[in-house]
């Protein structure tokens, strides 16, 4: 009698034990910059308030985050974030924890709005930035090579804190792209456009990095609903 061959299936992705999900969410859009009118600073950053589709935004996005399990919430020191998140922590009852180094890339002499106007106008110096990948191009910038060991770290530290957890972390723009680079060994800017209230799926297992999606706005777009739309 022929014994049953064994057989492989392909199955889908899952986390490895105690491995830690970081579901990065870039803060919803932020109120216009008018020259002359410069956003107020924290701890010499620019921090403007969200604008009114960033509130819209925040909502889409929570409500998609609130179909799935969520363990906890961060935001960065930055408002912009810990408005983007107000709608989850109020569905899931979560109060979301401050983790100061989520915060933004430091633009040195373009914070409070100018960076906005030094891309559009495409100074000479944005240009540079692009090309070369550097933040720190920017006069008093924060340094490229301690940018990305502060996102190492504070991810690093987070997947530490929660083994086998999965973590809503509300960030920014350069932020996630810093933190996508680093898992995929990749040019630093390679990441860089990040939607506002875009969903980025890391995880997190010792010293890999597992890249699970990039820029996932199917909550903005209207193609999917919360419960079609699911994150895996």
Partial sequence: MKSAERTYRQERFAPPPGATELLLVRHGASRAFRPGEPFPLVNGQ?????????????????????AVRIDEIYVSSLRRTRQTAEPLARSLGL??????????????????????????????????????????V?????DAEAFAGRVRAVLGRLAARHPGRRLAVFTHGAFIAQALA????????????ADNASISHLVVTGERWIIRS???????????????????
């Avoid at 933004?104 to 000479?124: M, Q, T, Y």
């Avoid at 920017?138 to 924060?142: L, V």
């Fill in 138 to 142: 920017i006069p008093g910038a924060e």
């Fill in 46 to 66: 620019g921090d403007p308030e969200l604008a009114p589709e960033g509130h819209e935004q925040a909502a889409r996005v929570c409500r998609r985050l609130s």
């Fill in 182 to 193: 680093l898992a995929a060994r990749s040019r630093p800017f390679a990441f860089l456009g």
């Fill in 95 to 136: 109060t979301p924890q401050v983790e100061p180094d989520l915060r933004e890339v430091h633009l040195g002499s373009w914070e409070g709005g100018l960076f906005r106007v030094k891309v559009a106008e495409n100074d000479p110096l944005a240009q540079r930035l692009f090309a070369e990948e550097r933040w720190d």
């Fill in 214 to 232: 990039y820029n996932d706005t199917a909550h903005l777009d209207g193609v999917f609903d919360a419960a079609a739309a699911a994150l895996t």
